[in-house]
């Protein structure tokens, strides 16, 4: 049935309205929006044509189910709208945190922002990690795009270059992803949706483990070069042999290692890292839980000349060394924390004088490797690293050390097999 603009045919809370133009228009109330407290009407705008109110009727049902069913969406809210609530009340850690907002100011907020939260689907979604696939830099929608050398304020060169699309990386699509998985979790138990579009969308497959630890020969290089200052050796060292993240690393104070002997061990409550807003600050483990690694000797005695050295420090000082001293510091009493940033900084420029193709990360890779080569179990190797899932995590970046010495210890065990019987 067709009249006047704003004029129309009404069932139950619904109804079909004509336009100026001819077109149809359906609305139907949906309750109160829980963000904006405004009534929220599920809209569809049926173009002029022959099955017009046909199919208008058929969207006027279609909503009224939905509503009955409360399967529709009770929120206009577009999603920057969510991203921000949901963001607002994370509980993860600051630095995951900071990643997230990283994300969604870059890539998540330019091209779906705007868009309300209930027409967003599967194939908006796999739409937008293809973009995402296809040039980080979204140059779709600008062009005489420049590849600047730096984002600073710069006067152009020849380094800075007419616009070449790069794809952004797998995991950084993935993080994306799980950004909108949480926030679309968050929506339903809010009651805004009913379903998330993210349970039937598509990211590109995780990517297999590819750790690229340095040689042996190459970890020889790089602690001969570090031992040249006896601190930043020591650093390097007990990163190598422990394997503890940069943060946990910087974190490690005098009164973290137990020389007891018999027990010598190593014992990572905090780590340094950035407190969005505040700057660099202790926080606690990645994983929220406290360890102890235990220290083979050749570490113990790398240690406690560390320890030696920050006394003989603190002795011309005229002070005493405090237990609870960083034992790896840019202070000669160890008052003060080294921040992971300017450990990463320096490692790359001493790796890049080796001509060594590696990272300060890759020092787990190798700490791991050697004891998984060495016949140590995952989930021993899985303990001294943090890794969570009782040596899941560990049997999938490291498959191949543990198939190699799986290898190994079938040839032991046949070596020591009594002889068969001969017939």
Known sequence: ??????????????????????????????????????????????????????????????????????????????????????????????????????HVKNHIKPLLGSVRIGRLDAEVLDSFYAELRRCRKHCARKRGLIDHRTEREHEC???????????????????????LSGAFKKAIRWGWIKESPTAWAEPPPAPAPNPKPPRAEQAAQIINEAWKDPDWGAMIWTAMTTGIRRGELCAVKVESVDFTPGRETLWLERAIRREPGWGWGEGGLKTHQQRRIALDDETVAVLQEQVARLEARC?????????????????????????????TQRYDRMVTRLGIDTTLHKLRHYSATELIAAGVDPRTVAGRLGHGGGGTTTLRTYTAWVAEADQRAARSIGVGMPSRPRR
Not at 162 to 177: A, G, M, V
Not at 318 to 337: E, M, N, Q, V
């Open 157 to 179: 060169d020849e380094r800075c270059r007419p616009h070449r699309c790069k794809p952004l990386s797998t995991t950084t699509i993935r993080h994306i992803h799980f950004i």
């Open 1 to 102: 049935m067709t009249g006047r603009p704003g004029t129309g045919t009404r069932r139950a809370r619904g109804n079909i309205e004509t336009l100026a133009s001819g077109a149809l228009r359906v609305r139907v109330y949906g309750g109160r929006d829980p963000l904006t407290k405004q009534r929220h009407v599920l809209t569809e705008v049926i173009q002029k044509g022959p099955n017009a109110q046909r199919d208008a009727e058929r969207a006027r049902d279609r909503f009224l189910v939905q509503v009955a069913e409360r399967r529709n969406p009770k929120t206009g809210a577009t999603l920057d709208q969510l991203l921000e609530r949901y963001l607002d009340q994370f509980q993860g850690s600051p630095n995951t945190l900071q990643l997230y907002q990283t």
């Open 315 to 343: 002795e011309q000082l005229g002070t005493k060394l405090r237990p609870t001293a960083y034992l790896f510091s840019g202070a000669p009493d160890g008052s003060t924390f080294m921040t992971p940033d300017s450990v």
